[in-house]
C-alpha cells in the first residue's frame, strides 16, 4: 500500500510514477474526501472532549440545586453530532481503504516505463545450444523417456496437469535437493508453510482484493454466498510476506532470509498458445522461493543478491539463459523492481521465466504492519521485503531436457544433480 502522506503532499508526482506502470490515477476527488474526513475527525473529538466535560459537571451541578435541563438538553444534541460524525468518519475511511488498497506500488526511479517492449537484457550465461539435428520439443522427449505423463496427468487433475514418473520424479526431486542445498549453503532458513491460507495473507502479499479471483478459493458450504475466507497458496511468496505480520522486529536482526519449497496452484494457467503445451503453463507446478526482510537503504542489494543467487542456479545447470530488468508496466502490482532471469526453450525459440527476483519496498510492509524498531531509539519504521524464485522447475525441467537432449534421443543430466541420480549421466530412451 502507498504511503498516504506521499500522496497528500505530492500527488502529482504519485500520479505521474502510476502513469509509468499503465495506471491512470485522478486524486483529486480523494483528497477533498481526506481533508473531509481528517476535519471531521478534528471536530468530533472536539464535541467528546466537550461531552466529557459536561458528563463531569452535571454531578456536580445537579448537586448544588443548579438547572441542568439546558445541559441535558446540549448533551443529547452533542450525542447525535457525535453518531453522524463517527458514521460519517467510518463511511470516509472505508472509502479511502478502497481506493489505496487498488493501487499498484510506485516503479523505482531507475525503472523505465511502459510494458514488456520495454524490458532490458542485462545479463546472458552459458551458450546456447545448436543442433545438428531437428530438436525435439519437450514433451515428446519427456513422453519417449518415460519422465512424464500427461495423459493420466489430464485424467487425474484435468487440462494442465501432469504426473512425474520414475526418473522424471526423480529428475524433478533433485533438481529441488539442488536448490535447497544451494539456499542451506548460503544461510537462508527453510521455511515449510501451510500450503491453505488465510484472506489476510493474500492482502498482505498485494494479491488481493483486485487479483482474487486469481486463486483457488475455499469457502465453507454455509458461506458459499459470503465470499471466500482462505485460498491455496499460488506461490510461497505469499505465505512468507506473512511471516512476520503485524511485528516490530529489532533492527539487529535484519536481514531475515528464507527459502521456503511448495506446489504453486494457479487459476489463471493453462494452454494459452500450442507451443506453449507441456510444462510450460500448468495449475500446479513445484517451486523454491527466497525471501528477505530488510532496512530500506539494504533493499538494493538485496535485490542484487537474489538477482545473482537465481543466476548462478541456472548457471550451474550449465543452461542457456539470461537476465532482463522489467519495464514499470511489465512489473506486478506490488513490486517497484524486479528482474527476470529466463532460460533458453529451444522448441518454442523463446526465452521463458524461471524467476522473478523483485523489490516491494515498504509496499507489502504497509499492508501487513510490518515494522523495524532502529537501534538509535528512532521510532518503528516500515519494512522493505523483497522476493525471487530459486527455483521454479516447470520451465527449468524442460529446458534441462530440450537444451540437453541428444540426436539418439536421449539426454544428458547436468552434473550437478547426477550425485542425487545415482551418478547416472544421461538418460537414454527404452
Request: hydrophobic share 40%.
Amino acid at each position: 500500500m502507498l504511503d498516504i502522506n506521499l500522496i497528500r503532499e505530492n500527488p502529482q508526482l504519485v500520479q505521474e510514477k502510476l502513469a509509468r506502470k499503465g495506471f491512470a490515477a485522478d486524486f483529486a476527488a480523494f483528497l477533498q474526501r481526506d481533508a473531509e474526513r481528517r476535519q471531521l475527525i478534528h471536530e468530533t473529538e472536539k464535541l467528546k472532549a466537550e461531552r466529557n466535560k459536561t458528563s463531569s459537571d452535571i454531578p456536580r451541578l445537579k448537586k448544588a440545586g443548579e438547572d441542568i435541563v439546558p445541559l441535558l438538553a446540549r448533551m443529547k444534541a452533542i450525542g447525535e453530532q457525535i453518531k453522524a460524525g463517527d458514521e460519517r468518519i467510518t463511511e470516509l475511511d472505508e472509502g479511502q481503504q478502497a481506493f489505496l488498497e487498488v493501487l499498484p506500488n510506485l516503479p523505482a526511479d531507475d525503472v523505465v516505463a511502459g510494458g514488456k517492449e520495454n524490458n532490458q537484457v542485462v545479463a546472458s550465461g552459458n551458450c546456447k545450444p545448436s543442433f545438428s539435428f531437428q530438436p525435439r520439443h519437450h514433451v515428446d522427449l519427456c513422453e519417449q523417456l518415460g519422465l512424464i505423463d500427461y495423459r493420466r496427468g489430464a485424467l487425474l487433475g484435468g487440462s494442465g496437469f501432469w504426473v512425474y514418473r520414475g526418473l522424471g520424479a526423480r529428475l524433478e526431486w533433485a533438481l529441488l535437493n539442488f536448490f535447497m542445498e544451494e539456499h542451506l549453503r548460503d544461510g537462508y532458513e527453510m521455511i515449510l508453510p501451510p500450503h491453505i491460507l488465510n484472506w489476510q495473507c493474500g492482502y498482505t502479499a498485494g494479491q488481493f482484493p483486485k487479483f482474487k479471483d486469481d486463486v483457488f478459493q475455499l469457502r465453507k458450504e454455509q458461506d458459499e454466498d459470503e465470499g471466500f475466507t482462505h485460498f491455496i497458496l499460488p506461490t510461497a511468496e505469499t505465505a512468507l510476506v506473512n511471516m512476520h505480520r503485524d511485528e516490530i522486529i529489532d533492527e539487529t536482526l535484519l536481514p531475515l532470509r528464507y527459502f521456503a519449497y511448495t506446489p504453486c496452484y494457479r487459476k489463471e494457467a493453462g494452454s494459452y498458445r500450442a507451443e506453449e503445451r507441456g510444462m510450460i503453463r500448468g495449475h500446479q507446478f513445484n517451486k523454491i522461493e527466497m525471501f528477505q526482510f530488510t532496512l530500506p537503504h539494504l533493499a538494493e542489494s538485496a535485490l542484487q543478491e537474489l538477482v545473482g543467487k537465481a543466476s548462478r542456479l541456472v548457471e550451474k545447470l550449465g543452461l542457456h539463459y539470461r537476465v532482463s530488468k522489467l519495464a514499470a508496466g511489465d512489473c506486478s502490482a506490488a513490486m517497484r523492481k524486479t528482474y527476470d532471469i529466463e532460460v533458453w526453450i529451444p522448441s518454442m525459440n523463446d526465452y521463458k521465466e524461471v524467476s522473478s527476483a523483485s523489490d516491494a519496498g515498504d509496499y507489502q510492509a504497509r499492508r501487513g504492519n510490518m515494522r523495524y524498531r532502529p537501534t538509535d531509539g528512532g521510532k518503528p519504521a516500515f519494512l522493505h521485503t523483497l522476493n525471487a524464485s530459486g527455483l521454479a522447475t516447470s520451465r527449468i525441467f524442460p529446458a534441462i531436457i530440450e537444451q540437453n537432449q541428444q540426436a539418439d534421443g536421449s539426454v544428458l543430466i547436468p552434473q550437478v544433480l547426477q550425485k542425487w541420480l545415482d551418478g547416472q549421466t544421461v538418460i537414454k530412451p527404452f
